[in-house]
């Protein structure tokens, strides 16, 4: 077989197959010869039809099938010898491609066109003007995780009155629709239990606010909690149920929950953190402030890897094989379920944002073999024990070393869950590779104003 080929642009080219019958003729012999052996046909023994019929019914789609094959395993074996880097797959040229008949014809021409990945050559470096904003711990943020440990760890009590925050156990009634009366057949609840401060309304908030056991007060649930979810819970019914319930309800109070907090000790703070040797206020609080903070880097990162990513891809720009690849996504595309098939004006529309992927896709590669970045095993196998030791064991793995071992080995088999976890490690080394080489200058924000920036970014997007 001979095969040439002929630069079409920049990044494509046209490989031109010319295929003579001594380099099929062998293999459709062979073929024909084996369906002889296996025709039944009337009035022949068993492979004693004559080859010439069995040519004549077979030949043609025998031909097409080892034509197809030879020309298959030659292009990939051509692509592979000449070096070429190539994107998707080859493409029949509709332009050139002359119809083909299997059935007169001996020598057949096929033409494809390949798309060739472009030269990348760019470093990450300190031209990179990209700031890190790393997120601070606010008062706020502080007083909170504080005030949430304190109830957490603090004592249970049954005061006589109701105060803004106990939680309330009794029994729910409906009314009827003159909220005086028990309605008949209504819904009742014997056991329905909620916190006083998750009531929204202000109004009927305070209705439940500093009562006694055995108090009566009638609310309407539905206006009180505005979520069906909650409302369902607590009247129990179905959430489809709950919608429908509209109705004013009695409710009979019969035990109050109080939690204390606990008090700012010593004796608090080794609870919080058993291991930290924490004696003071201000200890504590500082402890706290790093915690959040931590919490709050691997969104600091994931921002900043992002901001890089977008940087690169302008900076770099580098020119794909645009019309090749919307020829191939089409093509490719045209092989899904109808309801997923994307037109050729959808492609327009959303091409560009693809484009991008792809170069990123390109560029990554690149970066990961230049700073060998490559994910090994090990380091595979590392990561899912720490994410099972944490979601399992809360990371405290001692004793437990085995049947961790035997849950790794089960997840490194699929290889979903595997690619995911190779691309968060791929993504960390990127990060590191970028703040190592831009040297970004830190910006200290507050949460808050960090979301205020992403909104408006996003918005910024959506009207670009």
């Known amino acids: 077989m001979n095969i040439t080929q002929k630069t079409t642009s920049e990044l494509t080219l046209q490989l031109t197959m010319k295929v003579v019958e001594s380099d099929y003729a062998e293999e ?27 040519k004549k019914q077979y030949g043609e789609s025998v031909t097409a099938d080892i034509v197809s094959n030879l020309i298959g395993t030659e292009l990939d074996k051509y692509i592979k010898d000449q070096k070429f880097e190539i994107l998707g797959q080859p ?28 030269e990348i050559d760019f470093n990450v470096d300190g031209s990179y003007k990209i700031q890190y904003n790393k997120l601070m711990a606010q008062d706020e943020d502080i007083e909170k995780y504080i005030d949430e440990a304190r109830v957490k760890m603090g004592t249970q009590t049954n005061p006589e009155n109701t105060s803004e925050n106990d939680v309330v156990m009794g029994t729910l009634t409906e009314l009827a629709e003159d909220g005086k009366e028990i309605k008949e057949g209504g819904i009742v609840n014997d056991k329905a239990t909620f916190s006083i401060d998750n009531i929204k309304l202000k109004t009927i908030k305070a209705k439940f606010v500093g009562k006694k056991v055995g108090s009566s007060i009638k609310f309407n649930p539905a206006k009180a909690f505005k979520s069906d979810s909650v409302l369902a819970n607590i009247i129990d019914v179905s959430s489809t149920e709950a919608k429908a319930v509209k109705s004013d309800f009695q409710f009979d109070l019969v035990e109050i929950s109080h939690i204390e907090d606990a008090e700012m000790n010593e004796e608090f703070f080794s609870k919080v953190y058993p291991n930290a040797n924490i004696k003071t206020e201000p200890d504590l609080r500082a402890k706290v402030t790093e915690d959040i903070e931590k919490s709050y880097e691997a969104e600091s990162d994931r921002n900043f890897y992002n901001e890089v990513i977008e940087a690169i891809i302008e900076k770099t720009n580098i020119n794909l094989p645009d019309a090749f690849l919307k020829e191939w996504i089409l093509e490719s595309n045209r092989r899904e379920e109808k309801d997923t098939q994307i037109s050729k004006e959808e492609l327009e529309g959303q091409y560009e944002g693809y484009r991008d992927t792809l170069r990123w896709q390109l560029l990554e590669e690149d970066l990961i073999v230049k700073n060998d970045l490559i994910t090994t095993e090990q380091e595979l196998r590392n990561r899912v024990q720490e994410i099972l030791g944490l979601q399992a064991f809360g990371g405290q793995t001692e004793g437990s ?21 190779s691309q968060q490690i791929v993504e960390q080394k990127l990060t590191k ?32």
């Not at 046909?41 to 010439?52: D, H, I, L, N, S």
């Not at 049947?403 to 089960?410: E, F, R, Y």
């Not at 190592?436 to 507050?446: A, Q």
């Not at 979301?451 to 918005?459: D, G, I, L, R």
């Open 91 to 118: 493409m029949p040229d509709k332009d050139e491609q002359k119809l083909i008949d299997f059935r007169k014809d001996k020598e057949y021409t096929f033409n494809y066109i390949i798309g060739l990945k472009p």
């Open 433 to 464: 590779l970028f703040k190592d080489n831009i040297k970004p200058e830190e910006v200290n924000i507050s949460y808050d104003d960090f979301v205020k920036m992403m909104n408006k970014k996003a918005e910024d997007l959506k009207n670009k």
């Open 401 to 421: 070393e085995e049947i961790l071992k035997q849950v790794t080995d089960q997840v490194m088999q699929d290889q979903e869950q595997i690619k995911q976890v």
């Open 28 to 54: 459709v012999k062979k073929s024909l010869t084996n369906y002889r052996k296996q025709a039944n046909v009337p009035g022949f023994r068993p492979g004693m039809v004559p080859f010439g019929m069995i």
